[in-house]
Structure formats: structure tokens, C-alpha cells
């Protein structure tokens, strides 16, 4: 054996989990633009789509009166009763008490984002204990960031090991891994990131595109690379891990794109919140309106639907 | 790198595809605006075939009768080519910039009635409505533009020589493709100042005549461009007939041959676009995925009914049980049935002739101990349909491996070094096209120079682009269409 050296990191992975070609993928999800869901198959889209949102606020204005009106809306998006609830309010630390009282006995989950987020820029015994205190203040699933800087440089141990601690700091809690795929800027980085975070994580964990916090989220690209990722993962170990897309998915046309994706990709099984989310907070309003226009035959004005929400 | 460790578990991990969220019907509605009957279009005007006789065009989705063709005698094609040989001087003397100014027009009518071309292209030949919609309409809108843009710069074509027009040429397409084929043809035939007389296929008829009504729109001169239809006979008689300066063929190179038989000893200059049998090379450095969707477009673009289509599959041995394992997931979900819903990936065969035609091979392929792989697909009742087909354990003197089929099948065999998969994809009578996926950009490059095939592809298959010429080796035919080269071969150079 050659010596391991420590910048062949990137090349080595490579090698054991192939490459990625950018054109290629790119005209694949071009494939799934195409497609044409119509009728019932639609209205059944949508309301998957709404089932798998996790509604998300997170500002530096947040506050719990706007946590009040968010919790609201995802126990409630609309008065039809046949449209489900959102899978998940999405909040900072400082608010999940106060959404956690809002959606207790509910079947929605209240969700954190922990560890420096958006950057993780601190310690880890920081992050983890950002971890602890959302959990114990009663966050069902966590949402963590990635050290990128470690992953850029190849320091690929202390990327899986700091998710490993991270998975042990959550219990019980659901963890979404987000590799923010803006900075990794290459298909190739984000199929890597992938495999080192499923490697640390446990089944029904997800690993989540990006923050919303920087220029370039979720596209059906990546999203591709992802779900290619997880598939051949648990093609190989058996272990099923989820996906969330986060940011940049505003329309209900764009969240029909990405679950034609997942059928066709992960199948039947990744169709179901438990393992696909939209990290997203406009997009609710748009398939409401989309499933209105499904069941009156006419489009209604924007302000008929509840909470303008266009953060995120 | 410290990974855990992989879980032992009891049965194999699996995906399931199934009816969870099956798509509803998406079917295109728009208009394709058909004639009951369509005539000859012979000097600018639309006129019944001498003999008084028509046949049916069926649409093979749905065997039902679409229209009736007029059926031209030699009488007919005679007197299409006295149309043309009257309009030849005329349209020949015309500036460019004016020639251009018809092209240019074509072009732009045809994407204003782009979807109810892309319906009836689709009504007619089979293929599904995504295609024709995204590639065969575009693309030949696409040529039309591209060749209008050349005919008022014909002068740079072949730099320091004076170029002309040939006189009138003869043309025969085939069904694959009907209207680009057509655009292909008609397009740098008409920039270089040339008059045409041209067949489409018996069984495709419909979008050339429907394009003679676009070319009286844009009134082009009577008997610049007649378009005769009919089968086998009606073809010998274009391509014989003494008017013509040169012959362009795209078709089947068993008939390639017959013409040039037939036009032996004669001063005719012709160009052949026939068969192939190209080879899709996946080495194990490709990226797998995108290397599987270029195999599936290589292979099952218009169910296969390509010339250059990819169809025989060579797969590094390294890599070869995955790459067939992901093929064998990929070709599930590719959706077969009415070429006219929006989401149908394979829509139906041409023909009724065609469909036994890929029978036969494929029954000559499991005969001689090729393994079959079909997916699990529900196939319409009516209609000409065929599922897609894989091969594996194929070897160079399998039938699968040699002969064209046209079809869905893809016969799929092993290398396993640089060398020998050049001798593999070289082991053939055709040399149309070729497909490298690799990641190492000195071996595409060391391809592209050893593989005797018109065009390769690197890590892509089946694009086109109208200024990048196409054409064959050896029994693939020669001359170029598209691009500078393709101009030329519609020259006569003083």
C-alpha cells in the first residue's frame, strides 16, 4: 500500500463512491421537468408535498408571537379538513419551548436548527451543548451544519466523527444532517459529504441540502446527487436515510419536480414525510392555492391564505 | 477513513417502484389539423397522383387508418422533376440574402405551428409527443435557421474557390425521423441554390405534406422544392430519374446498395446516410449514473429507431454488474404506451413490419444463448409496441451484436482494456457513431482518433447541433449533413 496521504482524501473517496458528471445529471433532472402530473395524481402530489413541509422561520426577528402564528398554520394550513398538517415547525433554539407548547400532541414535530448554525463556526463542546439544550427543551428532530472547513480540507475523520457526537447529543431526536452545497460547489463534494455523513448517522436521520442561508439552495441538481447517494447507500448497507431539499423551493410546480424525482429515483418507500422533508416556508402557500384551484376549478387571490410568509 | 461498520441483514436491501402515486393520463391535445387525403405536392401546388391511386397512412399507436396518401407513379415523379429542372435557373440565379429570406421564413412558420407539427409527427410515426415536441420540431426549425444563415455567406464555404448549386437533387428519408430528416435534406439544399425532388417514407408522409403547406405560405417559387410520396417504387424512380444531378439516401443500407447499383456508370454524385451499429464504450472510471442515462438515451431514444442509436453496450468487466444492475433499475421506469401522453418515454414501433423485424432478432438472440432481460411493463392492446430489451452475455458473433436491429434492444458485452474495446466497437460493418465515458480526457481524445465512427460522443449521446456535421464510415454511408461539410456536399465547385 502507498502511504495514505492526507490530500489524496477527496481523490481516494472518489474512487470507492464514483464520481458525478455535471452535464449528465443536470439533463437527467431536466427529464423530470417534463413530466406531467395531472387530476388526481396532482392533488395527491400536493398534499404529500404539504404532509413533508417543514415550516420554517428563522430570523433574527423571530419572535414567540411569529412562532405562535407559524405553530398555527402547520396544525392548520387550511380549513379543508382532507389537507394534512406540515411534517415539522422548523425554529432556532430560543423557540422551540414556546413551539413545542403550541404543537404538543399534535402529529407535528417541532424541529431546531443547532450547532452554530447557519456557519458552525465554534467549538464543538458549543455545538453539541446547543444540541442538548434543544433537545431537553423538547425539539423532536435537530438540524445540524456540517464543519465544511474540515471537509474542504480533507479532514474527512473529524467531519464524521463531530456527527457522530452530534447523533449521541440527540437521543431520541431525529438529526438532519445539512451539508450547505453552496460550499462545497461541486457535485462531486456533495456526493462525498454525503456518504461520510450516512456513514455517522442513524436510520430514518436525514441529510439536508442547505442552510437557506446562502446564495445557492436546493435544486433539483443536487437534490439529485443526494438521493442517488442515499440510494445506492442503502442498496449497499440496507440502512434507509431521508432527504431534505431546503431553500429556493417556492412553487408547488418546483416540490412536484423534486417528488417525481424521489419516485423515480428512491421509489415508493423515500414517499412519505418520514423520509423526504421540503425545508421550506412560501411554498406552503402556493400548494394551498394549488389545491384550492384543484377543488374550485378557480384560482383565489394571494391573501386568502393565511400568513404571507415569505421568509426564508 | 473510519467508517462503522456495515450491518449484516437478512435479505437484500431492495427499492420498490410501485403504484403508490401512478401519474394520470397527460395526453397533448392540441390540434394536429389533418387532411382526410393528402396529394402530390408538384410545382407549388398540391395535385392528384396521375394513376388516381392513394394508400393509407395508420397510425401505429392505435392501428387506425390517419389519412390517404396519393401514391406517384413515374409519371408523377416525372413531372415533379420537370418542375424542378423549370424552377432551377431562377431559384439558383436569386442572391443569397434572398434565398436566406425563404429559409428564414420556413423556420419561423414552423415553430409558430410547432405543436401541432410535434402532434402530428407523432400521430403518424409512433414516437412519443415529448420527443417530437422537444427534439425532432425544434431541431429541424433549428436547421432551417442555421442554412439561412449560410446562404448569403456561401462564398466562405470553401474559401478561394467560386462555389455552385449542383442542379436538382433527388432525395429519399426515411421514417425514423420524418420531418428533421426532411429539414436536414431540404435546408442546405435550398441555401446552396439547389431544386428538389423528394420521397418521404410510405409510412410517414404526413409532416412533409404538411410542411408543403408552410412552404406556399412562405411562398417559395413553384417547383423549387416537390415532394412525391409512395413506397419502395416510387423511391427507385427519384432516385433513377436522369434529371437528377445528385442523390441523397437516408435509409437502410441494404437499400443504400440497390441505388448505388442502380446509378453504377452514371455521372450522379450522391451522398448515403445508412445503417449502424454503434458501440457505447463505459469504462470504470465513468461517472455510473450518467453513464446509464446516456445508455438509455443511446439505445431507447424513439424506441430505438435511430441509426446511430447505441446498441451494442461495451462495459468495462470491472464495472459490468453494476452498470447492467443499474441499467436493469433505470429501463423500469421508463414509461411505455400512448406516444401521445405527455409522460410516455417509449411510445410505439413504426410499423407492423418493424415490430416483426425486432422479433425476429431478438428470438435470434435468445436462440443462440444471449440472456434476455425485459422489464415487467403492461403494454398497450392495440397497437405496435415492444418493450425495452437488454442482452447480456453477448459476444461478437451474436446477431444481437451485428446486425441493426431499429429497435428497443440493446445487446450488451464485456472489455477489459483500452485496446480491446477499440477491437470490439471496430468489429463491425458500420461505422456511423460512437460512444466514450470515461473520466480521463486523453483517452476520449485517444478514441475519438481510433474509433472509425462519424461522429463519437464523449460522456454524452445522440446530441445534435446543425452546425456539426453528421455522417458515416465504411457501411454507414458517406457524405456529411449539418455543418460546413454538409453544405458541401450540395456544391459544385468551380
Redesign the interface.
Known amino acids: 500500500m502507498p502511504p495514505r496521504l492526507p490530500t489524496a482524501?477527496h481523490a481516494?473517496?472518489r474512487d470507492e463512491i464514483?464520481?458525478?458528471?455535471q452535464?449528465?445529471?443536470e439533463?437527467?433532472v431536466a427529464k423530470f421537468t417534463?413530466?406531467?402530473?395531472?387530476?388526481?395524481?396532482?392533488v395527491?402530489?400536493l398534499k404529500?408535498a404539504v404532509s413533508m413541509t417543514d415550516l420554517t422561520t428563522l430570523e433574527g426577528k423571530d419572535t414567540p408571537g411569529k412562532i405562535e402564528s407559524l405553530c398555527q398554520k402547520a396544525l392548520r394550513p387550511i380549513e379543508d379538513p382532507s389537507v394534512p398538517t406540515v411534517a415539522a415547525v422548523c425554529v432556532y433554539p430560543a423557540m422551540v419551548k414556546k413551539a413545542k407548547s403550541l404543537v404538543d400532541g399534535s402529529k407535528v414535530k417541532v424541529a431546531s436548527v443547532a450547532t452554530a448554525f447557519p456557519s458552525g463556526q465554534t467549538n464543538i463542546r458549543t455545538r453539541l451543548a446547543e444540541v442538548r439544550s434543544a433537545v431537553a427543551d423538547g425539539a423532536d428532530e435537530i438540524d445540524m451544519v456540517i464543519n465544511r472547513g474540515a471537509f474542504l480540507a480533507g479532514e474527512?475523520?473529524r467531519v464524521?466523527?463531530e456527527i457522530a457526537e452530534v447523533v449521541e447529543a440527540c437521543g431520541a431526536a431525529v438529526l438532519k444532517v445539512i451539508l450547505e452545497v453552496s460550499e462545497l460547489e461541486t457535485y462531486d463534494n456533495i456526493r462525498a459529504a454525503s456518504f461520510l455523513a450516512m456513514?455517522?448517522i442513524r436510520a430514518g436521520d436525514f441529510i439536508k441540502t442547505s442552510t437557506g442561508k446562502t446564495t445557492l439552495n436546493a435544486t433539483l441538481g443536487n437534490n439529485q446527487v443526494m438521493i442517488?447517494a442515499i440510494?445506492d447507500f442503502?442498496?449497499?448497507?440496507?440502512?434507509p436515510i431521508g432527504m431534505k431539499p431546503a431553500g429556493g423551493i417556492k412553487t408547488a410546480k418546483q416540490s412536484l419536480q423534486f417528488?417525481i424525482a424521489v419516485?423515480?429515483t428512491?421509489?415508493?418507500?423515500w414517499?412519505t414525510p418520514k423520509r423526504y422533508r421540503f425545508g421550506a416556508s412560501s411554498l406552503l402557500n402556493d400548494l394551498l392555492r394549488q389545491l384550492e384551484k384543484e377543488r374550485t376549478g378557480a384560482y383565489q387571490a394571494p391573501y386568502s391564505f393565511s400568513d404571507a410568509t415569505d421568509s426564508y | 477513513m473510519a467508517k462503522p461498520p456495515k450491518p449484516t441483514r437478512a435479505s437484500p436491501a431492495r427499492l420498490i417502484f410501485g403504484d403508490l402515486w401512478e401519474y394520470d393520463p397527460a395526453p397533448e391535445t392540441a390540434d394536429p389539423k389533418l387532411r382526410a387525403r393528402y396529394e402530390l405536392f408538384i410545382n407549388g401546388e398540391f395535385v392528384r397522383p396521375k394513376a388516381g391511386k392513394y394508400f393509407d397512412s395508420i397510425n401505429p399507436a392505435t392501428e387506425r387508418k390517419l389519412a390517404e396518401i396519393a401514391l406517384a407513379g413515374p409519371a408523377d415523379v416525372d413531372a415533379a422533376y420537370r418542375a424542378a429542372t423549370g424552377a432551377f435557373k431562377a431559384w439558383a440565379a436569386l442572391p443569397g440574402r434572398e434565398r436566406g429570406k425563404y429559409l428564414f421564413r420556413i423556420a419561423r412558420l414552423l415553430q409558430d405551428r410547432a405543436r401541432e407539427f410535434a402532434v402530428a409527427e407523432t400521430l403518424d410515426g409512433g414516437k412519443p409527443i415529448k420527443e417530437s415536441r422537444d427534439f425532432d420540431v425544434p431541431m429541424a426549425a433549428a436547421h432551417f435557421f442555421y442554412h439561412a444563415g449560410w446562404a448569403d455567406k456561401l462564398e466562405y464555404v470553401a474559401p478561394g474557390r467560386t462555389v455552385a448549386p449542383v442542379g436538382v437533387v433527388g432525395q429519399v428519408i426515411p421514417w425514423n425521423f420524418p420531418l428533421l430528416m426532411l429539414a436536414w435534406k431540404l435546408a442546405p439544399a435550398l441555401a446552396m441554390g439547389n431544386c428538389v425532388v423528394l420521397k418521404p417514407a410510405e409510412t410517414t408522409s404526413i409532416t412533409a405534406l404538411k410542411l408543403a403547406e408552410i412552404l406556399q405560405d412562405a411562398g417559395l417559387p413553384p417547383g423549387v422544392v416537390n415532394f412525391v410520396t409512395g413506397a419502395a417504387a416510387t423511391g427507385a424512380a427519384v432516385m433513377g430519374h436522369p434529371a437528377a444531378a445528385k442523390v441523397a439516401f437516408t435509409g437502410s443500407t441494404e437499400v443504400g446498395k440497390a441505388i448505388m447499383r442502380q446509378l453504377a456508370g452514371t455521372d450522379r454524385r450522391m451522398t448515403m446516410e445508412l445503417g449502424g451499429k454503434a458501440a457505447n464504450i463505459v469504462f470504470d472510471d465513468a461517472p455510473l449514473d450518467q453513464a446509464v442515462e446516456g445508455i438509455v438515451n443511446g439505445i431507447f431514444f424513439n424506441q430505438g429507431h435511430v441509426c446511430c442509436a447505441g446498441s451494442r453496450l461495451l462495459v468495462q468487466e470491472g464495472v459490468a454488474e453494476r452498470v447492467i444492475a443499474k441499467l436493469k433499475a433505470r429501463i423500469r421506469m421508463l414509461r411505455v404506451g400512448d406516444p401521445l401522453d405527455k409522460n410516455t418515454d417509449l411510445g410505439a414501433i413504426n410499423s407492423k413490419a418493424q415490430l416483426s423485424t425486432i422479433r425476429r432478432l431478438v428470438a435470434a438472440g435468445v436462440r443462440e444463448g444471449a440472456t434476455i432481460y425485459q422489464p415487467p411493463v403492461k403494454l398497450p392492446e392495440k397497437g405496435y409496441y415492444y418493450p425495452p430489451t437488454l442482452f447480456t452475455h453477448v459476444t461478437q458473433s451474436h446477431r444481437v451484436a451485428r446486425e441493426e436491429i431499429f429497435g428497443p434492444v440493446l445487446a450488451i458485452l464485456t472489455f477489459r482494456t483500452v485496446d480491446e474495446a477499440i477491437e470490439k466497437a471496430n468489429n463491425t460493418a458500420y461505422g456511423l457513431s460512437a460512444g466514450v465515458w470515461t473520466d480521463k480526457g486523453s483517452r476520449i481524445l485517444r478514441m475519438s482518433t481510433e474509433l472509425k465512427a462519424g461522429v463519437v460522443w464523449a460522456n454524452t449521446f445522440n446530441r445534435f447541433d446543425p452546425a456539426s456535421p453528421f455522417g458515416g464510415y465504411k457501411e454507414s454511408g458517406f457524405g456529411r449533413e449539418g455543418g460546413r461539410q454538409g453544405l458541401l456536399d450540395y456544391t459544385s465547385h468551380a
Open positions: 482524501a481516494r473517496l464514483g464520481s458525478v458528471d452535464v449528465g445529471i439533463e437527467r417534463t413530466r406531467s402530473i395531472k387530476k388526481q395524481a396532482k395527491w402530489g404529500m474527512f475523520s464524521e466523527d456513514g455517522a442517488e440510494r442503502y442498496l449497499d448497507t440496507g440502512i417528488l419516485k423515480e428512491l421509489g415508493d418507500a414517499l
